[in-house]
């Protein structure tokens, strides 16, 4: 528990005031075991330019627990669903999970695997009660995947739409919804509810639930800088501090 204290202290430093409130997760105990690859499989935020969240658990684990070995393989795409929905004005189709999810997982035989989706997955529209049918399907799909390959899942809440201010009246409305001006209030009535379906998400592969929106939204001042989809590195060392919690590392 030290260990984790000081990489937080470390990581954070320089960003006093953060609040790094109790993550809300599935109370099961998860332990890695020694040589485990770790798979991390998500849209951009997962990816990061391969400098985000899945490059700061290598490292923390590589000096804190190296007798582990544990090796996390980045799988992040940027762009991906797993509704395979696309807005209408999106530069060709927006990449599909399960086009590419066997042979990921044949591959990289991962041992566990991370999973953090849902940003990309209402493609920025109003509240529709058929795309949370597919993000749920999506979800099992994965899950029932995972466990073709006798792999466990850890479940990561979407992360918030964090906008410091939105400004509707800003948005050209002879346009539809896009990423680059979402419908207004899609974080509260998008994310939050594919939020509650990952807590409430119950499969026999899932080894735990972590609540990375949270702590990201009430820190979303210092979390996210102009862009309101992608954390900056704060936000990224929060959500490798909120997994650590988790996990209890």
């Keep these: 528990m030290n260990k984790r204290r000081d990489f937080i202290k470390g990581v954070l430093l320089g960003s006093i005031g953060i609040s790094l409130m109790p993550s809300c997760s599935s109370s099961s105990v998860f332990r890695f075991k020694k040589g485990q690859v770790v798979g991390?499989?998500?849209?951009?935020?997962?990816?990061?330019?391969?400098n985000g969240y899945v490059?700061?658990?290598?490292?923390?684990?590589?000096?804190?627990?190296?007798?582990?070995?544990?090796?996390?393989?980045?799988?992040?795409?940027?762009?991906?669903t797993?509704?395979?929905?696309?807005?209408?004005?999106?530069?060709?189709?927006?990449?599909?999970?399960?086009?590419?999810?066997?042979?990921?997982?044949?591959?990289?035989?991962?041992?566990?695997?991370?999973?953090?989706?849902g940003i990309n997955c209402g493609i920025y529209q109003a509240p529709n009660p058929e795309n949370d049918t597919l993000y749920?399907?999506?979800i099992l799909?994965?899950?029932?995947?995972?466990?073709?390959y006798k792999a466990k899942a850890i479940l990561l809440t979407p992360p918030p739409l964090a906008f410091i201010s939105y400004n509707s009246k800003e948005r050209?409305?002879?346009?539809?919804?896009?990423?680059?001006q979402p419908y207004p209030n899609?974080?509260?009535?998008?994310?939050t509810k594919f939020k509650t379906i990952i807590e409430q998400t119950r499969h026999s592969s899932v080894g735990k639930i972590i609540d990375i929106y949270t702590p990201l939204s009430n820190n979303r001042s210092v979390a996210y800088d102009k862009d309101p989809i992608?954390?900056?590195?704060?936000?990224?060392n929060i959500i490798a501090n909120t997994i650590l919690k988790a996990l209890d590392y």
């Design 40 to 50: 991390c499989i998500g849209d951009s935020i997962t990816h990061a330019g391969k």
């Design 55 to 80: 490059e700061k658990l290598q490292a923390y684990f590589d000096e804190n627990y190296p007798d582990l070995a544990l090796k996390f393989v980045n799988l992040g795409l940027s762009g991906e």
């Design 82 to 117: 797993i509704t395979g929905l696309t807005e209408e004005t999106h530069p060709g189709p927006r990449p599909f999970l399960f086009s590419r999810l066997d042979a990921v997982l044949q591959k990289t035989r991962a041992d566990i695997y991370f999973f953090s989706y």
């Design 136 to 138: 749920k399907k999506g």
């Design 141 to 148: 799909r994965f899950l029932d995947a995972v466990t073709k």
């Design 172 to 180: 050209d409305k002879s346009l539809p919804y896009t990423w680059q």
């Design 186 to 191: 899609y974080d509260k009535e998008v994310i």
């Design 230 to 236: 992608h954390p900056n590195k704060k936000g990224h």
